[in-house]
């Protein structure tokens, strides 16, 4: 399947490295695929949501550190402080400003949930917090095909759009145009998807690289995956050499 796709950009890409620590790709979903959605029979799992949203007020760090429960500030490492709650478990960075991002959330709903118990804390210790402009700026998926994938031939088929160079960075990395999605493509099959304002990007984005991936599947040497036949094949080998030359006549 075709699909629009941007020209390649620097490998040591910051965002590239930092989505390696994503957690290990869930596999297919165990329910009942709608293979009108996902015709490949893969739902990629979203792994970690980011929303912003405006507080719209100025607010005082040190006196939200001081006072709230599971607060980090330290102005000189960071301008934000760092406040996380277990329910939704989540992360949230507050500005000065009284902008806010929220990170760790798994679906859309509980982004949007987090990020209202961050602003109730705050409104409680007397700041004026408002909920404004909440939104999704990025979704992180993940999935595993089951197969392992050829990626020297698919950087090579693919080169304006896809990135290889195993020495800075062990996966490929895929720019997708439409939709706008990262792929960071790994040898076992794991892929993680990035850069979605909503998930139907990210299972659009794995639907249209599906074909590609089956494309550059690795199929492996028979007797790599039948052991007994390589140990049948070199102890024939083994033995036909232990047989006496023939005389020279």
């Not at 917090?129 to 992180?140: D, G, L, S, T, Y």
């Not at 994938?149 to 896809?162: D, M, T, V």
Request: one cysteine or more.
């Amino acid at each position: 399947m075709a699909s629009e796709l941007a020209p390649g950009q620097p490998a040591a890409d910051a965002n590239a490295a930092a989505l390696a620590t994503v957690p290990a790709p869930a596999t297919a979903v165990e329910e009942a695929v709608d293979l009108n959605v996902h015709p490949s029979g893969i739902v990629p799992t979203l792994q970690n949501i980011v929303a912003t949203v405006n507080l719209d007020c100025k607010l005082d760090l040190k006196t939200i550190a001081f006072h709230a429960r599971n607060v980090e500030y330290n102005p000189k490492r960071f301008a934000a402080a760092i406040m996380r709650i277990r329910a939704p478990k989540t992360t949230a960075l507050i500005f000065s400003s009284g902008k806010m991002v929220c990170t760790g959330a798994k679906t859309e709903a509980l982004a949007r949930e987090a990020a209202r118990k961050y602003a109730k804390v705050i409104s409680k210790l007397g700041f004026p917090a408002q909920f404004k402009e909440f939104k999704i700026q990025n979704m992180v998926g993940s999935c595993d095909v089951k197969f392992p994938i050829r990626l020297e031939g698919l950087a090579w088929s693919h080169g304006h759009f896809a990135q290889y160079e195993p020495e800075l960075f062990p996966g490929l990395i895929y720019r997708m145009v439409v939709p706008k999605i990262v792929l960071l493509i790994f040898v076992s099959g794991k892929i993680v998807l990035t850069g979605g304002k909503k998930r139907e990007d990210i299972y659009q984005a794995f639907e249209n690289i599906y074909p590609v991936l089956t494309e550059f599947r690795k199929v492996a040497n028979p007797t790599e995956e039948n052991p007994l036949a390589q140990l049948t094949a070199g102890t024939a080998g083994g033995a036909a050499a232990a047989l006496p030359a023939p005389p020279n006549k």
